[in-house]
């Protein structure tokens, strides 16, 4: 039943009430004024209630069709189209000529559907044979062209409040509420929601495109997801306003593509992970910091790996700057590179030599061994170590410059060797990590390690293999993801067959029983436990 609103004195009420039968027209023109006679009639929606959220096909308010829209030559040379959007109510006359026509009957609402962007072309080629598959011809990096977007959706707002003529409308609704002084009435809100249109669907329009794609959707839309969609655009505007920078088309793709592929009880909790996540790593860097500026023996520790720690994070900083990758991601990564620089002063002896300048002008830096670690057998399990390694990584690293030179593209070779570096890191970088593994080994102990930080780098790491079914990524780094979970299990594997015993000896010379070190009398049988004398006499009493 439909029943109108009527509106108190100063205040207005919406034209069309709930249960309001009406039509639904698509029309495409190349002008941006809505005219009959120089507009085309793609679809029509017949049957449409005001309200109404469980008709249709599928018994949720909402209506598809399909259509195909020739591309002209003005569209294929940069040419604009606007979509005219008009609503009528049933057996109302549509044509603003005619003489039964009425104003209150026909809401229109007009939206130029082609954009224009600049073309973002990355000219990757071969370095050996210099083809490139990414090149078109006649296509110019940075040209202006017309793009198209295949979605479009059609949203009528059913809202039936009263708005006050004496106090300004709140916004959004300030935007699409226009209140006529004469009927003190106001027209109903004819929405396109294009919130959910990924920009990866657009593509430009040009010579080659003949038909140009276009799924319709009507479905009405709810005033709390209105407001929401509203805001989203509310925020961007003043975003330009005031300067701040904004997401990438690419990363907003993520999100909604997140949002939209993802079961919800999955994105709520990867939502809810992703902040531990964030807790996590900043824990990760404190317990690392904590724990070198604390360090006075290296006894045990894998130096060797500390410095190629640097050589691999400053890879992946390089990478990531020259892919335009998210402000928190290259934030992250250079923490952890100013960390493992600073981890240098921990691990060696570092000096500047003023006497002896490099050029005769910058004073030169000496870099030593510490003596805990020169005068250990960590340094030569260290280095017995990287020399297996160096006979594995050796071979791997030629053979996958090589592949990367022969069957890929690059942009040049500064960003063939990042991408062969970073490539390389990704595959077998988790090889890096055994180093620290063949200590242990040798040593039978893992009480040298900074275990707090290694736990809540692993947490990240599992964190990090949830987002790795969630996000879309390339399944080689999808791979990687799990590389640093093997390694971890290795550790908790050494952590379980090295148990502290409160008898046994560590590197530092002293045990759990003994903290302050091991009395003079004692002795050591071949696995480092301490049997004292009167430990030996009780043995011998028990043996006779």
Request: hydrophobic share 40%; aromatic share 14%; with cysteine.
């Amino acid at each position: 039943v439909s029943t109108q609103s009527t509106g108190a004195p100063g205040q207005a009420s919406n034209m069309w009430p709930t249960g309001t039968e009406f039509e639904l027209f698509l029309y495409a023109s190349p002008d941006d004024e809505f005219s009959l006679s120089n507009s085309s009639l793609i679809h029509a929606f017949a049957g449409l209630k005001m309200g109404e959220w469980y008709d249709g096909p599928e018994k949720n308010g909402a209506r598809t069709y399909q259509a195909h829209i020739p591309a002209t030559p003005d569209l294929q040379n940069n040419g604009s189209l606007y979509f005219h959007i008009v609503a009528v109510r049933d057996q109302a006359e549509i044509n603003p000529l005619h003489p039964d026509y009425k104003y209150t009957d026909v809401v229109v609402l007009t939206k130029q559907w082609t954009k224009f962007k600049k073309r973002k072309i990355q000219a990757k080629t071969n370095l050996l044979t210099g083809e490139s598959s990414s090149v078109q011809e006649g296509v110019v990096d940075g040209e202006v062209v017309s793009f198209w977007h295949p979605n479009l959706t059609i949203s009528f707002l059913d809202d039936q409040r009263l708005w006050s003529t004496s106090q300004p409308i709140p916004p959004p609704f300030d935007k699409w509420v226009h209140i006529d002084p004469e009927s003190m009435q106001y027209k109903p809100i004819l929405y396109i929601n294009d919130y959910w249109d990924l920009a990866s669907d657009m593509f430009p329009v040009n010579n080659t495109v003949d038909v140009l794609p276009l799924s319709i959707t009507y479905a009405p839309i709810s005033i709390f997801y209105f407001q929401i969609y509203e805001a989203q655009k509310m925020q961007k505007d003043w975003n330009k306003m005031l300067g701040v920078g904004e997401a990438s088309e690419e990363e907003n793709d993520i999100v909604k593509r997140t949002m939209m592929e993802t079961n919800p009880v999955i994105l709520g909790l990867t939502i809810v992970v992703s902040l531990i996540h964030t807790v996590f790593e900043f824990l990760a860097f404190k317990n690392d910091i904590q724990f070198w500026k604390s360090r006075q023996s290296l006894e045990g520790l894998s130096v060797r790996s500390i410095l190629f720690n640097i050589f691999t994070q400053l890879i992946v900083v390089l990478y990531v700057l020259d892919n335009d990758t998210n402000t928190m991601v290259v934030i992250s990564v250079c923490v952890g590179l100013v960390i493992e620089f600073w981890k240098i002063t921990k691990v060696m002896d570092v000096s500047v030599d003023f006497a002896n300048p490099w050029f005769g002008i910058i004073p030169a830096m000496r870099i030593a061994d510490k003596s805990s670690y020169a005068e250990s057998p960590t340094k030569m399990y260290d280095r017995l170590a990287f020399k297996y390694l160096s006979w594995v990584l050796t071979p791997l690293l030629v053979g996958y410059a090589i592949y990367s030179l022969l069957y890929e593209e690059h942009r040049g070779w500064y960003s063939w060797t990042l991408n062969m570096c970073y490539g390389y890191l990704l595959m077998f970088g988790f090889i890096m990590m055994t180093p620290q593994l063949f200590i242990n080994y040798k040593m039978k102990s893992v009480a040298h390690l900074p275990w707090r930080m290694l736990t809540y780098k692993a947490l990240n790491t599992f964190i990090d293999d949830l987002f790795a079914f969630v996000i879309k990524m390339p399944t080689l780094y999808r791979l990687g993801c799990f590389r640093d979970d093997i390694i971890f299990f290795i550790y908790l594997y050494q952590r379980y067959k090295y148990r502290e015993d409160p008898n046994r000896v560590n590197e530092f010379g002293t045990s759990g029983a003994h903290p302050e070190g091991v009395p003079v009398e004692a002795e050591m049988d071949a696995e480092g436990t301490i049997k004292l004398p009167e430990a030996k006499a009780v043995e011998a009493k028990k043996n006779e």
